[in-house]
């Protein structure tokens, strides 16, 4: 196809995240004394922003969003990325696309720092140009933001570009950036949710993508 910049989310679409999110958020939650919040529809909190998912899922007050967010980075670093692993199949896909002389990057609205550590953790760093993701001060956690800086980071252009990812976060992103979608179904997001974006292509399994990319 027409693609050369190959931009994969990372939560659901690269690895197997949900119990390391879940058990972080919950660990978060509980050192703050929040009770009733529902964390068993990963698709309310994989993919979103953490500070949105602290705010309108599980209704933190602003004053205690900056405690939660040290709070869950350090559940996360110290716990939660030890309970990733890579999706069955995705190592050799992307050594199948960097073999084609293609530019792979990371497009992750996890913090930047923690997204290298995980994708190092998951043996997949040697197989990726950049790994683009959200910084602190919110400037940049956004899927629109994200998509053009890791698109910049591999040094090429929007129109050369494909987003892959399992939610309509990323489909989002991907239509407001003008940058063609293929959703991964095999991850935690909602076809249904997708599809309003009108995706170029579906996968069911990791090695679809590279018949399709």
């Given at each position: 196809m027409k693609?050369?910049?190959i931009l994969f989310d990372l939560d659901g679409t690269i690895?197997?995240?949900?119990?390391?999110?879940?058990?972080?958020?919950?660990k978060t939650l509980e050192s703050l004394g929040v009770t009733g919040v529902d964390l068993s529809d990963y698709t309310k909190y994989i993919g979103p922003p953490l500070?949105?998912?602290?705010?309108?899922?599980?209704?933190?007050?602003d004053e205690l969003c900056d405690e939660g967010y040290e709070l869950y980075k350090?559940?996360?670093?110290?716990?939660?990325?030890l309970l990733n692993k890579p999706y069955d199949g995705i190592k050799e896909v992307l050594s199948e696309l960097?073999?084609?002389g293609l530019k792979l990057a990371v497009c992750t609205s996890k913090l930047e720092l923690t997204a290298e550590i995980v994708v190092e953790e998951l043996g997949l760093a040697d197989y990726f140009d950049a790994v683009a993701g959200s910084n602190r001060n919110?400037?940049?956690?956004?899927?629109?933001?994200?998509?053009?800086?890791a698109?910049?980071?591999?040094?090429?252009?929007?129109?050369?570009?494909v987003m892959l990812g399992d939610t309509w976060y990323d489909a989002k992103g991907a239509m407001e950036c003008g940058v063609d979608f293929i959703a991964c179904s095999y991850g935690y997001g909602k076809d249904e949710d997708m599809a309003k974006y009108n995706p170029v292509a579906w996968v069911s399994s990791t090695r679809?993508?590279?018949d399709i990319v």
């Open positions: 693609y050369k910049y690895s197997q995240s949900a119990e390391g999110i879940r058990y972080s958020l919950e500070l949105d998912t602290l705010k309108n899922l599980c209704k933190l007050p350090n559940f996360y670093a110290e716990k939660g990325k960097r073999s084609r919110s400037t940049r956690k956004d899927k629109k933001d994200l998509i053009p800086y698109v910049e980071r591999l040094g090429g252009s929007l129109d050369e570009a679809e993508i590279a």
